[in-house]
Nanobody
Framework: QVQLVESGGGLVQPGGSLRLSCAAS????????MGWYRQAPGKQRELVAA???????NYADSVKGRFTISRDNAKKTVYLQMNSLKPEDTAVYYC?????????????WGQGTQVTVSS
């Protein structure tokens, strides 16, 4: 069992920066692939960035060059550094942990943190 708690959201002006954190509890954090997703009002939840247990990363085209995902296995925490924020980045941001063992997928979500980009 893994519990995820996001923090770091808030109100920021266009062009500003925020760093989101996702703290995990439970064991074997280093074996989980971690991801940040977001959901804006009236839209489907979408992948923003992901990082594998080995440290490989991938990003949505809309955030490439602006956002950086990283993880600290010792602290059981994954981060999302968001720079050059735009109003269209406004959404609730969710952290996800996933691990596949044989034919079973273990997926856990955090409760989300609101990011609002507005002047």
């Amino acid at each position: 069992q893994v519990q995820l708690v996001e923090s770091g959201g808030g109100l920021v002006q266009p062009g500003g920066s925020l760093r989101l954190s996702c703290a995990a509890s439970g064991t074997f954090f280093s074996l989980y692939a971690m991801g940040w997703y977001r959901q804006a009002p009236g839209k489907q939840r979408e992948l923003v960035a992901a990082i594998t247990s080995g440290g490989s990363t991938n990003y949505a085209d809309s955030v490439k060059g602006r956002f950086t995902i990283s993880r600290d296995n010792a602290k059981k925490t994954v981060y999302l550094q968001m720079n050059s924020l735009k109003p269209e980045d406004t959404a609730v941001y969710y952290c996800k942990a996933e691990r596949n063992i044989a034919t079973t997928s273990y997926v856990y979500w955090g409760q989300g943190t609101q990011v609002t980009v507005s002047s």
